[in-house]
T-cell receptor, first 113, second 115 residues
Framework: GENVEQHPSTLSVQEGDSAVIKCTYS??????FPWYKQELGKRPQLIID?????GEKKDQRIAVTLNKTAKHFSLHITETQPEDSAVYFC????????????FGDGTTLTVKP | DAGVIQSPRHEVTEMGQEVTLRCKPI?????LFWYRQTMMRGLELLIY????????DSGMPEDRFSAKMPNASFSTLKIQPSEPRDSAVYFC?????????????FGEGSRLTVL
């Protein structure tokens, strides 16, 4: 089955700096890669996703890049703000089945004011 | 829409007791998922349904766990008998389509503590 590895497990940055979280996956059949943000005590919520026919996607301060050949994808957050502090999860799923999304272990991002 | 609704939000029970967690998916979503979240194992998919039919229950830990979806607007996850290692946050999520790629909408979760 799919195996998703996420790094780093914790990340601390100063407000205004950029943050990068990286994930690798093992199953070449995966072609949907969402990122979820989970604030303390809350539910995970989708912040951005990318499909395998796209190499990069951007939404304001958030961007995701995908390298299918190397089987890795990354989340980039620019101009970080304290409210970006949360746990971020990457996931990978095959085309026909989002239900089989395999999640990474999460990255705890702390943005210091 | 109120989103995915789960109950109870918190449950504290003693080992050996039966636990039933409930979920109401978003109206119009025909895929429903049960996840378990722990510090040690992260987010694990337990089971998911398409159009009320269980598709993959390979993530269910053991026979003590069972899940049902009697209709499009209701699902239950039951643990009988419960054990301390079942303590976790259990999330229900729903999505549109036949389990195709797309956003998962999570409920607030049910925090289970088994003493």
């Amino acid at each position: 089955g799919e195996n998703v590895e996420q790094h780093p497990s914790t990340l601390s940055v100063q407000e205004g700096d950029s943050a990068v979280i990286k994930c690798t996956y093992s199953d070449s059949a995966s072609n949907y890669f969402p990122w979820y943000k989970q604030e303390l005590g809350k539910r995970p919520q989708l912040i951005i996703d990318i499909r395998s026919n796209v190499g990069e996607k951007k939404d304001q301060r958030i961007a995701v890049t995908l390298n299918k050949t190397a089987k890795h994808f990354s989340l980039h957050i620019t101009e970080t703000q304290p409210e970006d502090s949360a746990v971020y999860f990457c996931a990978a799923s095959p085309n026909t089945n989002a239900g089989k999304s395999t999640f990474g272990d999460g990255t705890t991002l702390t943005v210091k004011p | 829409d109120a989103g995915v609704i789960q109950s109870p939000r918190h449950e504290v029970t003693e080992m050996g007791q039966e636990v039933t967690l409930r979920c109401k998916p978003i109206s119009g979503h025909n895929s429903l998922f049960w996840y378990r979240q722990t510090m040690m194992r992260g987010l694990e998919l337990l089971i998911y349904f398409n159009n009320n039919v269980p598709i993959d229950d390979s993530g269910m830990p053991e026979d003590r766990f069972s899940a049902k979806m009697p209709n499009a607007s209701f699902s239950t996850l039951k643990i009988q008998p419960s054990e301390p290692r079942d303590s976790a946050v259990y999330f229900c999520a729903s999505s549109k389509g036949q389990g195709n790629t797309g956003e998962l909408f999570f409920g607030e979760g049910s925090r289970l503590t088994v003493l």
